[in-house]
């Protein structure tokens, strides 16, 4: 029987089996493969070294070794043309001047393997699609939050507009007679619903951020100018509590493309944070300065310094660090949030440098306008 | 619109298991703001129809076959940001495999439509042991309950699981359907209240998700 279906078993062993067939010559060079193999490895393995087939892990192929380890099955790792190496059973027949190598797949092997990718891979998708849900139902969530801190912020407005303007008239009109008391409890009304009013437009600009709602006015503008009219401004509390503010400009700074109302905001927010954290007698430096294709601004007090592990959460929302303002002034612990907001709306960046007892510096850059091709 | 080339295209990059070719095309269909429903009809399903007929017919290996569902499975979850977004209507279903059952793409499909409907769609896989359908049932208290069987071999399986079900909660509209009735096995669901075999996802949404509109 045997030398009949021989021709027909090597055919088919050359042509179609999925086994590794190969005949090695006894100094380690491949001198016959089928086409199963050539495939798996991606190259025509006769006239190559077994080594390049063969990846040994550890120790060098040892031919001699492995024939005399062929009694029994051994595990041979594979290099393939996918890059992963494949594990195949391996047995070698010392044919006299050749040897035999034959490697089989455990597929029973395979076959448990794939199940278990199977079931990871839908457990990984019914946990995405569950992720995914919730990720929509908090979404909504936000959208319905911020919805409600718009309505409310707006409608609280106007009565503590109504609370200002009576403590304002009654201040102005009836100081004189006035108890020194009467005048104390009148100017806490009135800086509370300052702070109030303060508060409000703080969420009513953080609830247009959330929403996305966030218009920017752009326009070409002159930030020195802008910044020069906000020191002017903040000179004025500066100077009560005996700080100086002084800006640097050393260069000749181009017109940049900003909203002039938000970039005033945020100068605000950024110098009179600065005086806030001051001791008297410091001083606030504004500069401005050209970085590559952007212009900066820093602000930098000789003020208490922030902990370096509150930095990271200085420009999130409702976060207030431990350092206390030398005025007692209040915090919202929005201000930042919201900065940190529109300089990103224009493509800018913002960040800090700080030494607890030396000062702060805050920085933020605006991208200059292209020239016109 | 999904024309027939564009189809051959996809499918060729499913059987190969081209996970990369299959997800360009399925996001250049969405940016297009193709319907969910297109997509989920005229690509996810009419693929994976394609696959199971190959597979029938030995032209593809089980293991192409599973990686064309494994492809299918991630391209479906690109199109959650809109399918979750609907607007809810209140109404709750229940969407699970029988016990023995591991083919879950159509299941999930089927979730995934109660959701586009505003419904939410609460999907539990393959495999799904009966006890546990029934605890969380009571936990859910669905309007509905939809059972997949995917392989004509598991219907033994979902007529033990239906009638425990109505053992429990004897007025609760259960659907059937799947693949494993594209050969028949409807005739014994026909005698049972409320108990409705669902041929199609048109079907599902002309008769559950969106009656008015017919």
Known sequence: MMPETSPILADYIMRDSTMVFLIIGKEGNILESNNFTDALVGKKLKGLALNEL??????????????????????????????LPE???????????????????????????????????????????????KNA??????????????????????????????????????I??????????????????????????????????????????????????????????NGVIAAKKNIQIQMQSFESIPDVLFDENKIEQILNNLISNAIKFSLAGTTVRVNLFLTGDHVTVAVADQGQGIPPHEIDRLFKPFQVTSVKSTGGEKSTGLGLSIVRNIILGHGGKIWVESKVGVGSTFYFSLPLLRPSP | MIDNKLFLTYQSSLLS???????????????????????????????????????????????????????????????????????????????????????????????DYFELHGWDGYYLGADTPADELIKFTTEK??????????????????????????????????????????????????????IYLIRSLDELETKFLNPQAT
């Not at chain 1, 059973?89 to 001047?97: A, E, P, W």
């Open chain 1, 54 to 83: 063969f990846i040994d892990f550890g120790k060098a192929l040892d031919l001699d070794q492995l024939l005399k380890e062929s009694t029994e099955k051994t595990l041979v790792n594979l290099s393939t043309a996918a890059n």
């Open chain 1, 87 to 133: 594990t195949y059973y391996f047995r070698f027949y010392d044919l006299g001047n050749t040897i035999l190598a034959l490697g089989e797949a455990n597929n029973y092997e395979i076959g448990l393997l794939r199940k278990s990718m199977l079931e990871l891979n839908q457990e990984l998708n019914n946990l995405t699609r569950e992720l995914q849900k």
């Open chain 1, 137 to 174: 139902e908090l979404k909504k969530l936000n959208e319905l939050k911020n919805q409600f801190l718009g309505i409310a912020a707006h409608d609280l407005r106007n009565p503590i507009g109504i609370i200002m303007g009576y403590s304002d008239f009654l201040l102005e009109e009836l």
């Open chain 1, 176 to 233: 004189e007679e006035l108890t020194p008391d009467q005048i104390v409890m009148l100017e806490t009304i009135q800086n509370t619903s300052e702070f109030m009013l303060h508060l409000l437009n703080e969420l009513l600009d953080l609830s247009a951020i959330e929403s996305g709602k966030l218009r920017l006015e752009k326009q070409k503008s002159d930030i020195s100018a802008l910044i020069r009219k906000n020191i002017t401004i």
């Open chain 2, 17 to 111: 298991g081209s996970r990369s070719g299959c997800t360009q095309i399925v996001n250049g269909l969405i940016k297009s703001e193709i319907s969910i429903k297109e997509l989920y009809i005229n690509l996810f399903q009419r693929s994976m129809y394609e696959v199971g007929t190959l597979w029938e017919q030995n032209k593809i290996s089980v293991a192409t076959e599973h990686l064309c569902t494994s492809v299918t499975e991630y391209l479906i979850s690109l199109c959650y940001p809109s399918i979750f977004s609907a607007e809810h209507t209140g109404k709750k279903a229940i969407i699970t495999c029988t016990p023995g059952e591991y083919h879950q793409i159509g299941a999930r499909m089927v979730a």
């Open chain 2, 141 to 194: 208290l669905p309007d509905l309950m939809a059972i997949s069987i995917s392989v004509s071999f598991n219907h033994a399986n979902l007529l033990r699981l239906v009638d425990k079900i109505r053992h429990t909660f004897p007025d609760l509209t259960i659907l059937v359907g799947g693949q494993g009735f594209r050969w028949g096995g409807d005739e014994a669901f026909q005698s049972l209240e409320n």
